[in-house]
């Protein structure tokens, strides 16, 4: 079976950088997914690991430990706009249909 | 923009109603999905097409159905649900299932099963 736990809620204050971290127990790693979803509208992609180590895309940055099963969200120079839900996802590659899997998601309120 | 339309965004029904869900996608995928969102829930699978052919997750009551008609178009189709089906139904597509596809969602129809 699949178990992904993530902080329920995070605060910070604008400029600074926050970290969401996310645990997870597979039995057919696949790759990890993190999405943004603002309320009331789609979840919207942000990054994608498969291999152990950091992937930086502009003021977001993803890091896995496979081993560790660990993966952390780096937001730097928050700002009011990234205050979102943002949710865990892994792909098990023990289904036929490469099942994605989520965590409950960090709900993160970014203060001025 | 999202590249997928769900319609409609709000419904409320009686649990003796009959309803539909749509979802539509325009960007070329073949590979489409239905997901529960309920509070304090991770998101839950309900069902994957794949090239129009479907992939079931066995959880999922048969009071929800699904219909794939083409690659572009999902429907759930909804009858004598229950109050605790009250949940966001989010539409996913993707191209292909591949390990690193990600998938692009809709922006949901808000249920209330009354």
């Known amino acids: 079976g699949q178990n992904i736990d993530q902080p329920t809620e995070m605060t910070a204050t604008e400029g600074a950088i926050v970290q969401i971290n996310c645990t997870y127990q597979?039995?057919?790693?696949?790759?990890l997914f993190w999405y943004q979803q603002h309320a009331g509208e789609a979840p919207t992609f942000l990054s994608y690991?498969?291999?152990?180590g950091l992937e930086e895309k502009g003021r977001f940055s993803s890091f896995l430990s496979r081993s560790k099963g660990y993966s952390y969200l780096l937001l730097k120079e928050l700002q009011m706009k990234d205050s979102a839900s943002y949710l865990c996802a892994v792909r098990d590659g023990n289904t036929g249909f490469q099942k994605l899997v989520f965590g409950t998601g960090t709900r993160l309120l970014v203060s001025p | 923009e999202t590249g997928v339309t769900q319609t409609p965004r709000h419904l409320v029904m009686g649990m003796t109603n009959k309803k539909s869900l749509k979802c539509e996608q325009h960007l070329g995928h073949n590979a489409m999905y239905w997901y529960k969102q309920s509070a304090k829930k991770p998101l839950e699978l309900m069902f994957v097409y794949s090239l129009e052919e479907r992939v079931e997750n066995n959880s999922v009551p048969s009071r929800f159905s699904p219909e794939c008609p083409n690659s572009s178009h999902l429907f759930l189709h909804l009858h004598t649900l229950q109050p605790e089906d009250s949940a966001l139904y989010l539409c996913?597509?993707?191209?292909?299932?591949?390990?690193?596809?990600?998938?692009?969602f809709g922006q949901g129809t808000r249920l209330t099963v009354v």
């Open positions: 690991n498969v291999l152990d």
């Open positions: 597979t039995s057919g790693f696949n790759g």
């Open positions: 996913a597509s993707s191209q292909g299932q591949g390990a690193d596809t990600e998938a692009f």
